[in-house]
């Protein structure tokens, strides 16, 4: 969950509003274990979600797309055990699909996603192979199998009437056989991948630049920056860019991702006004401009050592409010976390014991929820047994004034309130975490 838009959630049974001429809409039947999270997210990350915390029920998603996209249909959701499981697929949407028909049943733990849509049911078919072949990695599994994923592709595509879906299946096969080849390389006494060994890409630039979905796989947009956008300075690369990419959404992406990276890596190096001269040349003719300039204006910094941290409200289980600076006085580590995220669940047994072995220092343990969902965080609370020092975040401004891009996060704060480690070891890493937190007592 990276993603920098606030994210715009409707309720099931709200009513739909009207819709735009370029809006689709998502829709379809849900069977799925209670609670859980759908969401579409689109090529930049941006989040569209709707909670579904009833079996049986309707879901509703509004999708504004000027032209035809594809975006991620992604559902968090409980297997008949209660863990946490999520699966995704691909979709299509934009002006001329008004309504995109998908109902999703996991009543069994296993997701089945069925649509009437040809240029969809691409997507569901690809997927369902890769689960069928090559889900699990392993070196026999991913040997051989280019010539079956070429079959596939090409098998699917005669199917695909929209022309963006084509490019997209061909990229997904190229991207998939680029994965076997690594899962089939030489292995590690410790079973990783011989780092002597590499994936070569299997594409020319140019037809990567040609290719209407290259936006889309972060691997082939990594390769078309580095290929075609070198440069010592922010406007050398800028301008590399343009002189080598026809206009369109993979060249704009590609320079807002520059701009951005520049921006973040000088804020608190160098002034305002000069990160605001080196960007304004390539970047004031963006509808973003205003925003990058009054966001690095006002930018003030809460993850470099010794910054305080925000005063934004963070409220515990009956509503109560307070601020991280209400815990002045002792070390504070936090554990930023969520119920949805399996990964921060994973580390709540290592977490418990370093905070009994803890328990008589010096030391403030709590854990602040990055949930959406209130009632989520508070089923996961009594489903852990967490029940001291626990709070949610009052809005989506915190997560984002603290970087926290992913999760599970650790921070420690001193005894006066300023960051001491904006990035402590996990829980798991005991012996790492433990003699850090000893050097504090």
Same mark, same amino acid.
């Given at each position: 969950?990276?993603?920098?838009?606030?994210?715009?959630?409707?309720?099931?049974?709200?009513?739909?509003?009207?819709?735009?001429?370029?809006?689709?809409?998502?829709?379809?039947?849900?069977?799925?274990?209670?609670?859980?999270?759908?969401?579409?997210?689109?090529?930049?990350?941006?989040?569209?979600?709707?909670?579904?915390?009833?079996?049986?029920?309707?879901?509703?998603?509004?999708?504004?797309?000027?032209?035809?996209?594809?975006?991620?249909?992604?559902?968090?959701?409980?297997?008949?055990?209660?863990?946490?499981?999520?699966?995704?697929?691909?979709?299509?949407? #934009?002006?001329?699909?008004?309504?995109?028909?998908?109902?999703?049943?996991?009543?069994?733990?296993?997701?089945?996603?069925? *649509?009437?849509?040809?240029?969809?049911?691409?997507?569901?078919?690809?997927?369902?192979?890769?689960?069928?072949?090559?889900?699990?990695?392993?070196?026999?599994?991913?040997?051989?199998?280019?010539?079956?994923?070429?079959?596939?592709?090409?098998?699917?595509?005669?199917?695909? *009437?929209?022309?963006?879906?084509? %490019?997209?299946?061909?990229?997904?096969?190229?991207?998939?056989?680029?994965?076997?080849?690594?899962?089939?390389?030489?292995?590690?006494?410790?079973?990783?991948?011989?780092?002597?060994?590499?994936?070569?890409?299997?594409?020319?630039?140019?037809?990567?630049?040609?290719?209407?979905?290259?936006?889309?796989?972060?691997?082939?947009?990594?390769?078309?920056?580095?290929?075609?956008?070198?440069?010592?300075?922010?406007?050398?690369?800028?301008?590399?860019?343009?002189?080598?990419?026809?206009?369109?959404?993979?060249?704009?992406?590609?320079? *807002?991702?520059?701009?951005?990276?520049?921006?973040?890596?000088?804020? #608190?190096?160098?002034?305002?006004?000069?990160?605001?001269?080196?960007?304004?040349?390539?970047?004031?003719?963006?509808?973003?401009?205003? #925003?990058?300039?009054?966001?690095?204006?006002?930018?003030?910094?809460?993850?470099?050592?010794?910054?305080?941290?925000?005063? %934004?409200?963070?409220?515990?289980?009956?509503?109560?409010?307070?601020?991280?600076?209400?815990?002045?006085?002792?070390?504070?580590?936090?554990?930023?976390?969520?119920?949805?995220?399996?990964?921060?669940?994973?580390?709540?047994?290592?977490?418990?014991?370093?905070?009994?072995?803890?328990?008589?220092?010096?030391?403030?343990?709590?854990?602040?929820?990055?949930?959406?969902?209130?009632?989520?965080?508070?089923?996961?609370?009594?489903?852990?047994?967490?029940?001291?020092?626990?709070?949610?975040?009052?809005?989506?401004?915190?997560?984002?004034?603290?970087?926290?891009?992913?999760?599970?996060?650790?921070?420690?704060?001193?005894?006066? #309130?300023?960051?001491?480690?904006?990035?402590?070891?996990?829980?798991?890493?005991?012996?790492?975490?433990?003699?850090?937190?000893?050097?504090?007592?």
């Amino acid at each position: 969950m990276r993603h920098k838009c606030l994210p715009v959630i409707l309720a099931i049974g709200a009513v739909v509003p009207a819709l735009s001429s370029s809006a689709s809409v998502i829709k379809g039947k849900v069977a799925i274990n209670d609670p859980a999270v759908i969401s579409v997210i689109d090529f930049k990350g941006h989040v569209n979600p709707v909670n579904v915390n009833h079996l049986d029920s309707a879901y509703s998603l509004n999708i504004d797309a000027e032209n035809p996209e594809i975006m991620t249909l992604f559902i968090i959701y409980n297997d008949e055990q209660g863990n946490k499981r999520q699966t995704y697929t691909p979709v299509l949407v #934009g002006p001329e699909l008004a309504t995109i028909e998908m109902d999703i049943d996991a009543k069994t733990g296993t997701p089945v996603i069925t *649509t009437p849509d040809v240029n969809q049911q691409a997507f569901l078919s690809f997927t369902n192979f890769i689960i069928d072949n090559l889900r699990g990695g392993g070196n026999g599994q991913a040997k051989n199998i280019s010539k079956k994923i070429d079959k596939q592709i090409s098998k699917i595509n005669k199917k695909v *009437t929209n022309p963006l879906v084509k %490019d997209y299946m061909e990229l997904w096969g190229i991207s998939t056989k680029m994965s076997a080849e690594r899962f089939s390389r030489p292995r590690t006494k410790g079973g990783k991948p011989s780092r002597n060994q590499s994936a070569t890409l299997p594409v020319s630039t140019e037809y990567l630049v040609k290719n209407s979905a290259t936006k889309y796989f972060p691997e082939f947009v990594n390769y078309v920056s580095h290929e075609l956008g070198q440069g010592h300075s922010l406007a050398e690369k800028i301008n590399n860019l343009r002189s080598n990419l026809p206009a369109g959404d993979l060249l704009d992406y590609l320079e *807002t991702r520059q701009i951005v990276q520049f921006i973040n890596l000088n804020k #608190g190096k160098i002034s305002a006004e000069e990160i605001i001269s080196e960007i304004k040349p390539v970047a004031k003719d963006k509808p973003e401009y205003e #925003g990058w300039k009054n966001a690095v204006r006002g930018y003030h910094s809460y993850v470099e050592p010794g910054d305080v941290a925000p005063e %934004d409200l963070i409220l515990d289980a009956d509503g109560k409010e307070f601020r991280i600076s209400d815990f002045k006085g002792k070390y504070l580590f936090i554990d930023f976390w969520a119920s949805w995220c399996v990964y921060c669940v994973r580390e709540i047994p290592a977490l418990e014991k370093i905070k009994d072995e803890f328990a008589d220092s010096d030391i403030e343990f709590i854990g602040i929820s990055l949930d959406d969902n209130t009632d989520s965080w508070k089923k996961a609370l009594e489903k852990y047994n967490l029940s001291d020092n626990q709070y949610i975040v009052s809005s989506p401004d915190f997560a984002e004034k603290l970087r926290l891009n992913s999760i599970p996060r650790y921070m420690i704060y001193d005894r006066d #309130g300023k960051l001491l480690t904006p990035n402590a070891p996990r829980p798991k890493q005991h012996d790492q975490l433990a003699e850090l937190l000893k050097s504090l007592v």
